[in-house]
T-cell receptor
Framework: DSGVTQTPKHLITATGQRVTLRCSPRSGDLSVYWYQQSLDQGLQFLIQYYNGEERAKGNILERFSAQQFPDLHSELNLSSLELGDSALYFC????????????FGPGTRLLVL | DQQVKQNSPSLSVQEGRISILNCDYTNSMFDYFLWYKKYPAEGPTFLISISSIKDKNEDGRFTVFLNKSAKHLSLHIVPSQPGDSAVYFCAALFGNEKLTFGTGTRLTIIP
C-alpha cells in the first residue's frame, strides 16, 4: 500500500460525458501527478500540482483539466469523453516535487462506451 | 518521440536465475532513473533508483546499473522468484519532476 488513494476504482460512461477522478496523496506529500496508461502504451504524464498550484504540464488534452485543493487532494476532470479516452488513470505523489521518487495510487480504470 | 525505451516487451526466466531488464534513453539531460514494478490492476510500485552520478545501486536482490556513455541502464534481479513476475517500467527524470516512462517489460518467472 503506497498511501495514495484513488476513487473510483472503475468507471464506465458514454461518449460525450464528463467524469471526475479523485486522488488523495500520501500524508505529508505536497505534490500530485496524473498519468494516463492506454492499452499497449507506457505511462504518459499529464499534469503536476504542487501545494495547490500547477507546476508542470505534459500531454494533457484541452478537454481534460485538474486541480489541487487546500487539503492537497486532487481531481482530474475529463469532459466530452471519446472512446480513445478509455485508459487507466494513475495519480502519484511526492514530498516536494523536486526530483524525488513518486508513489502511485492503484489507478482508476475508465471505460468509455 | 520515445525518450525512454524498453525494447523487450517480455522476458521469461527460470526461478533462481538472474533476470536482466534493459532500458535505453536518448536524452542526456536525464539525471535520475527509477524502476517501477506493476502487477495487474494495481498502480506502479517503486523498486529502486539511481542518480546519474553513480553507476550502480544495490538493494537486496535488486541492482541497477547505469552506463551514461551508452545511455543505458539495466535492472538485475537475483535470484529471481515467482513473485517477481510483473511488468517492469523504467523511468527517467531531469531537472523538473516529470517522469518519462518506458513502455514496460513483462517478466515471467518460470517455477
Amino acid at each position: 500500500d503506497s498511501g495514495v488513494t484513488q476513487t473510483p476504482k472503475h468507471l464506465i460512461t458514454a461518449t460525450g460525458q464528463r467524469v471526475t477522478l479523485r486522488c488523495s496523496p500520501r500524508s505529508g506529500d505536497l505534490s500530485v501527478y496524473w498519468y494516463q496508461q492506454s492499452l499497449d502504451q507506457g505511462l504518459q504524464f499529464l499534469i503536476q500540482y504542487y501545494n495547490g498550484e500547477e507546476r508542470a504540464k505534459g500531454n494533457i488534452l484541452e478537454r481534460f483539466s485538474a486541480q489541487q485543493f487546500p487539503d492537497l487532494h486532487s481531481e482530474l476532470n475529463l469532459s466530452s469523453l471519446e472512446l480513445g479516452d478509455s485508459a487507466l488513470y494513475f495519480c502519484a505523489s511526492s514530498k516536494s516535487g523536486q526530483g524525488e521518487t513518486q508513489y502511485f495510487g492503484p489507478g482508476t480504470r475508465l471505460l468509455v462506451l | 518521440d520515445q525518450q525512454v525505451k524498453q525494447n523487450s516487451p517480455s522476458l521469461s526466466v527460470q526461478e533462481g536465475r538472474i533476470s536482466i531488464l534493459n532500458c535505453d534513453y536518448t536524452n542526456s539531460m536525464f539525471d535520475y532513473f527509477l524502476w517501477y514494478k506493476k502487477y495487474p490492476a494495481e498502480g506502479p510500485t517503486f523498486l529502486i533508483s539511481i542518480s546519474s552520478i553513480k553507476d550502480k545501486n544495490e538493494d537486496g536482490r535488486f541492482t541497477v546499473f547505469l552506463n551514461k556513455s551508452a545511455k543505458h541502464l539495466s535492472l538485475h534481479i537475483v535470484p529471481s522468484q515467482p513473485g517477481d513476475s510483473a511488468v517492469y517500467f523504467c523511468a527517467a527524470l531531469f531537472g523538473n519532476e516529470k517522469l518519462t516512462f518506458g513502455t514496460g517489460t513483462r517478466l515471467t518467472i518460470i517455477p
